[in-house]
């Protein structure tokens, strides 16, 4: 059996060796610390794939899971609550908070169709950030819970200045997440979910229980999303003010899933590159290049490359629905085309 | 003994009765089909018996069961269950902050140690206050809209498609509806998904019994495939396969679930004759499988060549039934496909 090329996997093993690599890089080149971002983004893609890719749920919120995990992380291990958990117990909480959440914003709408569902959910990202704003003797309104305690590791207490410790526990987190994610895809569940997506009706016909297997990508998709706060928050050492898990983050989310490839792990974790990248790389150091060299003056809005970000997503996802809605890196199944004789080993799971 | 009991079934849609008490009755192990001009009503008994459609009057039984979800002990439970937490989430969310501000703010001081059993039984104490009104009310509330809406759901999806699948009934579709994005081995994979036992925990950790009925399952689906010819586009996307292939793949599919009873929707429809020969065959082959066929279809050669008995819908209603010379010399049916003869007419 010939070997088949995982994206998923060369990416985390590229990028695990980045910061050794940076270590012979001159100065201007160094970029490790800047993926932490796309990290986080990359989990919160993933999340969002479960549900959009591989179930077929527009879900336009998953910004307010993301802030459901930043807040419970923060209550957690925050010393101005009593209760003041160390990181990998308060971690471990906020992914089954997520999990609840989750259920209790799919009990009572899985049974909407298509654009009525989306609409819901992005009534709840909004919801969730007026609450989180409005019950101010809990989340502290708009100052966000701070500071929080850096995680310790056996011992050894993360800090801000030393970025590679934050690099490694994000990338092992991710590793797991994809890890999670394609074991899933390739088993009963995932067959089931991506039923749901061709033909709910049928798949019902063929005894599938459309109903729990769409509450539990809800679940699974929202735990992923909260596991992505967390770590955000953990990194930040706040959780920032509420408006920071806004529409524009879940429409970010949309874009990565869309622009790597709906339905395939590796194809959402191209888009986080790509789009996480753009966001915090290359529009960052364009706007430091440009003032650096006095082309651009704060007085003029539209000079600054950063402020065109959104409508360059928007264009971005209009351009890849007209030329490759499919995505970058479009799912498996695709390539089974290609080889149509060819058995495989395991088949084809 | 029938294995499909439709009795008095009706449908309506509105103001349309598109099928008006109908009685069929499926004998086991044998090929039976039903016929009728456009728009008789067929599908829609396909609808109703594989439960996509509840029917506003009748009974649909298989093996001498009526095919609805039962209303056990392990429902009620849930149902209290989802009542119960719905109330108690109910009332902590309708007074989140001043129990927040009682039990957790008023008893913990900066980097202290907080005092676990005092803010749990300022909990209590909040509660308990004013009559347990801050309770009572919104844990009402919390419990009917839970409870009750539980209940409505349960209720909606007693006649659901996953309930006949589950019972042993299979179907195919009138317009194919593959899977189209997934293969074709997946596909038969996915009708075989009731007989998997394997859960989140085995597939996430790739555990051996994972792997294990992984394999048996392909084994299996590899078996189904060769049986209905179709061994040599295992890996194919269903979307791409020639048309004739994939109705096999659908009757594949619904034979992956091992069920007791398989509805074909004009498995016929846009054959060749070549096809329609090797279809027939098919057909009888899996009724040697043991698995009664109930099937729709416009082709005379095929129904009155493999049909044990054949019902004839016409405008809802059931107007013949026998077998294939006993409905071919109905003059009903021979009014319904034809109309009537010209002298016949009285003038209007």
Known sequence: MKARWQFHWLFLVIVAVVPLAELVLPQGWRIAALLRPIFIMAMLGLGLN???????????????????????????????????????????????????????????????????????????????????????????????????????????????????????????????????????RRS?????????????????????????????????????????????????????????????????????VIVGGMGNVAGVLLGALVVAGFNSIVLEDLTSFLKAHELISSSNVLTVPGNWKYMLFGLALILMMRFKPEGLLPSRQLKAELHPHEPRNPPSL | MSLLEIQNLTMRFGGLTAVNAVNIGIPEDKIVSLIGPNGAGKTTVFNAVTGIYDPAAGHIRFNEREVRRPFTKTTAAALAFVALVSAIGFAFAANIEPLWQTAITAHYRYLQPFAWTEAIMAVFAYFGDEFGLRFVVPSAIGALLGGGGAFIVWQRSRRAPEVAARAGIARTFQNIRLFSQMTVLDNVLLGMDTQLRSGFRHAALRLPSFWREQMEATRKALEIL???????????????????????????????????????????????????????????????????????????????????????????????????????????????????????????
């Open chain 1, 50 to 184: 479960i549900l959009t890719g591989f179930t077929g749920i527009l879900n336009l919120g998953v910004a307010a899971f993301m802030a459901v995990g930043a807040y419970s992380y923060a209550i957690l291990t925050c010393d101005i609550y009593p209760f003041q958990l160390g990181f990998w117990s308060a971690t471990g909480l906020t992914i089954l908070v997520g999990l609840t959440v989750g259920l209790l914003l799919g009990l009572p709408t899985i049974r909407l169709r298509g654009d009525y569902l989306a609409i819901v959910t992005l009534g709840f990202g909004e919801i969730v950030q007026d609450v989180l704003k409005n019950i101010d003797t809990i989340t502290k309104g708009t100052q966000g819970i701070n500071p929080l305690p850096a995680p310790t590791f056996f011992g050894y207490a993360f800090r801000s200045e030393v970025y590679w410790p934050w690099y490694y526990l994000f990338l092992g987190c991710l590793a797991l997440v994809v890890l999670l994610n394609r074991n899933l």
């Open chain 1, 188 to 256: 009963r569940l995932g067959r089931a979910w991506i039923s749901i997506r061709e033909d709910e009706l049928a798949a019902a016909c063929m005894g599938v229980n459309t109903m729990q297997r769409k509450l539990v990508a809800f679940a699974l998709g929202a735990a992923q999303c909260s596991l992505a706060g967390a770590l955000w928050a953990s990194f930040l050492g706040s959780t920032g003010e509420p408006g920071n898990y806004d529409f524009q983050v879940s429409i970010m989310a949309l874009c990565i």
């Open chain 2, 226 to 348: 060769r049986f209905v010819g179709l061994e040599q586009e295992v890996n194919q996307l269903a979307e791409n396969l020639a048309y004739g292939h994939q109705r096999r793949l659908e009757i594949a599919r619904g034979l992956a679930m091992q069920p007791k009873l398989l509805l074909l929707d004009e498995p016929a429809a846009g054959m060749n004759p070549a096809e329609v020969s090797s279809l027939m065959q098919l057909i009888r082959k899996i009724r040697e499988r043991g698995v009664t066929v109930f099937l729709i279809e416009h082709h005379m050669q095929v129904v009155m060549g493999i049909s044990d008995h054949i019902a004839v819908l016409d405008h809802g209603e059931k107007i013949a039934e026998g077998t294939s010379t006993e409905v071919r010399r109905d003059p009903k049916v021979i009014e319904a496909y034809l109309g009537k003869s010209h002298e016949d007419v009285a003038p209007t």
